[in-house]
């Protein structure tokens, strides 16, 4: 008998409080091919999505233009979140207020996917809905309370390594 294995997805979305192509935006942009390059050459980074011409903020998913989604698979959820906290990303990162508006409800989520699987952007929204509307589980989760990979007999973890059960 073989396990199957699993990827985390993750989807990120941005409100922009302009048009990319706006000066207030012209850091932002400036930011985002070495950002890309890095999440490519990231340990257990698998995917991203983007446009066939290579653009990442040329795929839309929302009625308003002025939301920007990010998505990709990770390996485990350990290596996307070193990625996002621990690596260079960091540094746009925490300037994100510079460039954006808060958004409604949840501006992220992170879900289990069968590795090879290429999440689409409906998937991805119905798993941001999911999130707002029931909060953190198996099916929907974020970085404060993740759940295990489908088949892992590990409880859901907590901030600061404890497990739902209070576990460390």
Known sequence: MTTQKFHV????????REPLDHPLMQDFVAQLRPVNELA?????????????EGNATGVRGFDNPLILLNMSTWESVES????VYKSEHVVPFRERRKWFLPVEGPPYVLWWVPAGHLPTVAEAKERLDLLAS?????RAFDFRRRFPAPGEAHAPVEPHGKSASGQV
């Open 9 to 16: 997805a993750q989807l990120a979305i941005s409100l922009a």
């Open 40 to 52: 490519d050459r990231s340990p257990g980074f698998v995917w991203r999505l983007q446009t066939d």
């Open 80 to 83: 996307l979140f070193d990625f």
């Open 134 to 138: 029931e909060g953190p589980s198996s």
